[in-house]
């Protein structure tokens, strides 16, 4: 049974840090690509970043690059998302997500706000 939990969010000052994780189980983690998505109220959800099988590449949105790094490590099933320089506007509810599998997990809010 394929499970993403993902945990590391919570209320943040603009400019702070956080780093999400995302602990995957019930597939061979090191044979997928890797995502993190977003979704904040009223909008729909949008994809921020991406990491291939080996983690030698990466693609973010433009509203994130330079402040958002994803990064994984395969030999404990765990992708992370490093969020440095927050802005309001990154508040959203984020989830991970396997390329090709539909399973999501129950994600994990993240609120920047003074």
């Known amino acids: 049974q394929v499970q993403l939990v993902e945990s590391g969010g919570g209320l943040v000052q603009p400019g702070g840090s956080l780093r999400l994780s995302c602990a995957a189980s019930?597939?061979?983690?090191?044979?997928?690509?890797m995502s993190w998505y977003r979704q904040a109220p009223g909008k729909e959800r949008e994809l921020v970043a991406s990491?291939?099988?080996?983690?030698?590449?990466?693609n973010y949105i433009n509203s994130v690059k330079g402040r958002l790094t994803i990064s994984r490590d395969n030999g404990k099933n765990t992708v992370y998302l490093q969020m440095n320089s927050l802005k309001p506007e990154d508040t959203a509810m984020y989830y991970c997500?396997?390329?090709?599998?539909?399973?999501w997990g129950q994600g994990t809010q993240v609120t920047v706000s003074s």
């Open positions: 990491i291939t099988r080996d983690g030698g590449r990466t």
């Open positions: 019930g597939f061979t983690f090191s044979a997928y690509a």
């Open positions: 997500k396997a390329s090709a599998i539909t399973t």
